[in-house]
């Protein structure tokens, strides 16, 4: 696809400084840009890429004044590395802009599919599920009996949606994620083995959420697992049953989240953090990578460690945890020297 420089500043809300006429069809780093390519320019450091790059056009903030000629159109913006971000969200969906249903396939007779979707091949749609309007779901996708999937939400190749599922609008969930899978749990015998406990609950997921690739969220044992609008999951993160995590969270890969933890609204997660069950996580919470939560975090902590605690605190600990080794030896010496003070004295 190719696109001319007015043409993006028109999408982009955008002034246009050199040829409007001026063609693009692939997108470039502003160093590596090569003839017939879009590239950005946000950062300061990179300025002097944009008097030698070979791409045909660059987006450049409105306060963007050059030092020396830029031979290249320029369409400048109030925020370059936004326009670009939408830029891409506009590139991607047009690429993907696919529709109709490919077979095989199985769809259920009692389910409902709104218009301009499109279903890929292998996927299965079970029994009362209700699809919304310009949704896609691609291949090997499984979406279970009587879940509900809201307008404009994509789900990628290999997704497994359990039953009962309910998922709003604009959602994205990438490829392997498994949403609605039992909870883990267990309870131990007499006899010394456990026995499973049936979790009949669901997984209930808002409008806006994004959740990415081999993660898991699972169903409930009674009620609902929920994950509120606007979250941002990364890949391989696990959310365990009856978990609810307030709107505008992001949290990145390989986080786990026990049980029934509640955490607040508009919290950043690092990667790699262990949270225990049944705590409360408060809102606007910054929690650092590798922390281990065991205990309830009011809100606006920034923590780190573990066990957690204030990351202001860990850093001022840290000092003395390299130290360790001359720490003690002094206080060894410092025995010794008392030691022989006192038989001196004696």
Known sequence: MKFKAQQIADILEGEVVGNPDEEVSALSKIEEGKKGS????????????LYSTNASVAIVNKSFTPEKEVKITLIKVADAYIAFSKL?????EAKNNKLGREQPNFIAESAQIGENEYIGAFAYLGENVKIGKNV???????????????????????????ADTHIGKNCKIHSGAIIGADGFGFAPTKGGDYQSIPQIGNVIIEDNVDIGATSTIDRAT????????????DNQIQIAHNVEVGK?????????VSGSTKIGENCMIGGQVGIGGHLIIGNNVKVLGQTGITKNIKDSEVIYGTPAFKSS???????????LPTIVSKINQLEKELKTQLRKNE
Do not use: C, M, W
């Open 222 to 233: 009674l009620g609902s697992t929920i994950i509120r609008k606007g979250v941002k999951l």
């Open 248 to 256: 505008n969270t992001v949290i990145a890969s390989q986080t786990g």
């Open 136 to 162: 896609k779901i691609y291949p090997n996708s499984y979406i279970g009996d009587n879940s509900l999937i809201g307008d404009n939400t994509v789900i990628f190749a290999g997704v497994k949606i359990y």
């Open 88 to 92: 891409l969200e506009f590139y991607n």
């Open 38 to 49: 879009l590239t950005f320019l946000s950062n300061p450091k990179y300025t002097s890429f």
């Open 313 to 323: 605190s860990f850093n001022r600990s840290y000092v003395h945890f390299k130290n």
